[in-house]
Nanobody, 126 residues
Framework: QLQLVESGGGLVQPGGSLKLSCVVS????????IGWFRQAPGKEREGVSC????????NYADSVKGRFTISRENARSTVYLQIDSLKSEDTAIYYC???????????????????WGQGTQVTVSS
């Protein structure tokens, strides 16, 4: 089965930045759409960003647009999430997930993702 491993989380002050990484155990990263999700205690899991496999098209949740940037490095089978201007509300466990299908229309955030990583904790101090 496909494996995903997140890293890069940590404790930061408001206004700081983090760059999360998601290493995907796939020979061809372009075969997968990768999404970043987050879940804070007591809240529903929410999609924050995604990048499609073949075209590399990106989508962002309105709440993070302008602060988060998703990218990928195919040779290293890694997807990144650059997070700038961190806010306390960004505190959550961040997960990456993979979908082997093709995005026909709409946002890749609306896809179902069968494969998930274990998450990396992002904590923004108050």
């Amino acid at each position: 089965q496909l494996q995903l491993v997140e890293s890069g989380g940590g404790l930061v002050q408001p206004g700081g930045s983090l760059k999360l990484s998601c290493v995907v155990s796939a020979l061809n990263l372009e075969s997968y759409t990768i999404g970043w999700f987050r879940q804070a205690p007591g809240k529903e899991r929410e999609g924050v960003s995604c990048i499609t496999g073949s075209r590399g098209s990106t989508n962002y949740a309105d709440s993070v647009k302008g602060r988060f940037t998703i990218s990928r490095e195919n040779a290293r089978s890694t997807v990144y999430l650059q997070i700038d201007s961190l806010k306390s509300e960004d505190t959550a466990i961040y997960y990456c997930a993979a979908n082997p299908g093709i995005v026909v229309g709409g946002s890749c955030l609306d896809l179902s993702y069968p494969a998930w990583g274990q998450g990396t904790q992002v904590t923004v101090s108050s």
